[in-house]
């Protein structure tokens, strides 16, 4: 019987490398905020795909993620590619970083906020975050937004609702099995900015992403009799304030 709240449903780590989910692409805005200085943290990094993007940019990042396999293979990629100077990768949690306060100039969140469904550790990663930033750090999320305007994905929420007991919360399946692997949550832009003001960060950047996609959970839009295939995902850039 499926419980929701099992430990070994909700265990990132049991995927194997080839079959971490990965969707989201690295935006020009970060470059604005990162100087070649800079020390960087991609939490839930995966195989380290956006943080070998950067190191290979010259910068130098710490990826940490709870998956081993993915955490190998980033570093077997390192190594390969030469960027073991500029990226380093260990498993770790991201309730629990294993990193002094105020250590990173930018921590890097791609899609991570997404497979986390409990309220209390979306807490705790936020407050890590928060704590492993120097006071004028930055913290860059990139997640998906609720998309009640798409006839898949408002089915979805609703179908599984019962079960995730949360609006935008769905389950996803395993393609060839056909058994549930996780929830995925897509944020309401309420849910992320109180989620993040709550937890000591301001807001310095938002904007509403809109990219042509293939996905099966696109928005279609007819346009000059054009339809265009959009996938709509939040994107925020927040800046560290120290509490008072």
């Known amino acids: 019987m499926f419980c929701l709240m099992s430990k070994e449903y909700l ?4 995927f194997i490398v080839t079959k971490i989910p990965s969707s989201v692409k690295l935006d020009p805005i970060i470059y604005e905020y990162i100087k ?4 960087i943290l991609d939490i839930g990094c995966g195989v380290g795909k956006v ?7 010259g910068f130098y990042v710490e990826g940490i993620d709870i998956n081993e396999t993915g955490i190998l293979a980033a570093q077997d990629s390192a190594r390969k590619l030469n960027l073991a ?15 002094m306060d105020d250590k990173f100039d930018i921590v890097i969140m791609h899609g991570l ?11 705790k990663i936020i407050q890590e975050a928060y704590r492993v930033l120097n006071p004028e750090g930055h ?8 998309t009640w305007h798409s006839d898949i994905y408002r089915e979805r929420y ?19 099995t056909g058994e549930i692997e996780f929830i995925s949550h897509h944020y309401t832009e309420k849910e ?7 937890n000591g960060f301001k807001i310095d950047y938002f904007r509403d992403f809109l990219l042509f996609s293939g996905f099966s959970f696109s928005l279609y839009i007819v346009q000059n009799n054009k339809i265009l295939i959009i996938l709509i995902y939040f994107f925020y850039l927040w800046e560290k304030e120290t509490l008072q």
Do not use: C, M
Not at 85 to 99: E, I, N, Q, S, T
Not at 192 to 198: A, C, D, E, P, Q
């Open 11 to 14: 265990s990132w780590d049991k």
């Open 36 to 39: 070649k200085d800079h020390l």
């Open 51 to 57: 943080s070998l993007q950067l190191a290979f940019q």
């Open 85 to 99: 100077d500029k990226a380093h990768f260990r498993v770790g949690d991201a309730k629990d970083l294993p990193y």
């Open 113 to 123: 906020l997404t497979i986390i469904v409990d309220n209390s550790d979306r807490n």
């Open 139 to 146: 913290l860059y999320i990139v997640d998906f937004g609720q």
């Open 158 to 176: 609703l179908k599984d609702f019962p079960i995730t007991k949360e609006e935008g919360s769905f389950l996803v399946y395993n393609k060839d």
């Open 192 to 198: 992320l900015i109180f989620l993040l003001v709550n």
